[in-house]
C-alpha cells in the first residue's frame, strides 16, 4: 500500500510511502539453495529487522529485495518481490530503477574518501543519472544531511573529504547518501557491526527518526537492537542440508516476550547462534 506523508518543516514535496512483500522467494548461488519459500510482508513506515544465525541468508534475502542478488554469477531466484504490489522482478523492470527506490546501507561505511561530503551525497543522485539544478542540489544535500542526522555536525565543513569523518559520521553520510534520490525503501545490512556504541546510537536515533517516512529493513545480530529499533521481526533459519526459511516472523515485541516456537525462544535468549 502507498501513502503520501508531509515533510517536516523545510521540506517541500511529500515523501511516497511503500510496503515490501515478498512471496515463495527462493534463492540459489548455482546448486545452492540457500533460500526456500521466504513470505513477509514488511509494513510500510515501519522498521522490521531481520535475525538470524550466520549464514542462514538474511543479507541474500535482503539483496533479492532490489534486484542484487542477481549481480552475483551463476545466481538465481524465484518467487516474488512486492514493491507497493508491483513485483520488482517484472518482465522489462529495469533493475536500476529498482536500486532508486530501494536504497541500501552496507555494513561498512563505504563513502568515497577523497571526495567532499557534499559530492558524497549528490554522488547518489549521478550514480542514479538524476540530473538537478544547482539550488535544489543543495536544497537536497543539506535535506539529505538533515535527515541521516549528520547536518549539525557538518554543515560548517561540506567541501571537506568524506573520508576525514569518524566511522559513524561516515555511516551516516551514506545513509544521506541513499536518501538523496528519495527511496520509498532502505535496506540496511548490519549498519551498525562495524561502529562503537555511541556511533551505534547515533545510527539508531537516525534509524527512529526516518521510521514513518521510509520503509526500512535491517539485518542486525543485535537483539537488543532489534528490540530497541524494530516493529517487526523475521526469524530466519538455515541447516546443513535446509535452505534459510523464516520460523517466525510477527510484532518485535510478541517475537521476543511470547515466541511461538522453540527455536525463536531458544534463538532470542541466546542459547544458540
Ligand atoms: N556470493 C556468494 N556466492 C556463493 N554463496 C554465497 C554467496 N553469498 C552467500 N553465500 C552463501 O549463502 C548462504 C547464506 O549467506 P548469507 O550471507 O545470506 O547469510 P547471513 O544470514 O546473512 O549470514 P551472516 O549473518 O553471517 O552475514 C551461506 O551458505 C553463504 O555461504
Redesign the pocket.
Known amino acids: 500500500m502507498t501513502t503520501t506523508v508531509p515533510r517536516q518543516a523545510g521540506e517541500t514535496e511529500p515523501t511516497r510511502l511503500s510496503g515490501l512483500a515478498t512471496r515463495d522467494l527462493s534463492a540459489w ?1 548455482g546448486a ?1 539453495k ?1 533460500l526456500e519459500r521466504v513470505s513477509l510482508e514488511m509494513a510500510a513506515g515501519q522498521v522490521t529487522a531481520l535475525i ?1 544465525p ?8 535482503l539483496r533479492t529485495l532490489n534486484r542484487m542478488h542477481e549481480m ?1 554469477r551463476g545466481a538465481q531466484l524465484g518467487g516474488e518481490v512486492l514493491l507497493n504490489g508491483e513485483d520488482v522482478y517484472a518482465h522489462g523492470r529495469r533493475p536500476a530503477e529498482v536500486r532508486r527506490r530501494i536504497g541500501m546501507v552496507f555494513q561498512r561505511p563505504n563513502p568515497f574518501p577523497a571526495m567532499s561530503i557534499a559530492d558524497n551525497v549528490a554522488s547518489g543522485l549521478k550514480l542514479a543519472g538524476i540530473k538537478v539544478g544547482r539550488d535544489h542540489r543543495e536544497h537536497l544535500i543539506e535535506d539529505s544531511l538533515r535527515r541521516a542526522g549528520l547536518w549539525n555536525e557538518v554543515s560548517n565543513r561540506l567541501g571537506t573529504p568524506g573520508g576525514a569523518l569518524s566511522g559513524g559520521q561516515q555511516q551516516r553520510l551514506c545513509i544521506a547518501r541513499s536518501l538523496a534520490v528519495e527511496p520509498e525503501v532502505l535496506l540496511m545490512d ?1 549498519p551498525c557491526s562495524a561502529l562503537d556504541p555511541t556511533s551505534t546510537r547515533r545510527v539508531e536515533e537516525t534509524i527512529a527518526e526516518l521510521r514513518g517516512r521510509l520503509t526500512i529493513v535491517i ?1 542486525t ?1 543485535n537483539m537488543q537492537q532489534a528490540q530497541r529499533i524494530s516493529q517487526s521481526c523475521a526469524f ?1 533459519l538455515a541447516s546443513h542440508d535446509t535452505p ?1 526459511r523464516i520460523v517466525e516472523a510477527g510484532p518485535t515485541e510478541q517475537l521476543f516476550s511470547a515466541p511461538v516456537d522453540q527455536r525463536t525462544a531458544d534463538y532470542v535468549n541466546g542459547r544458540f547462534g
Do not use: N
Open positions: 548461488f545452492h540457500v538470524g550466520s549464514g542462514c541468508g538474511k543479507s541474500t534475502y552475483v548490519e539485518v545480530h530466519f534459510g
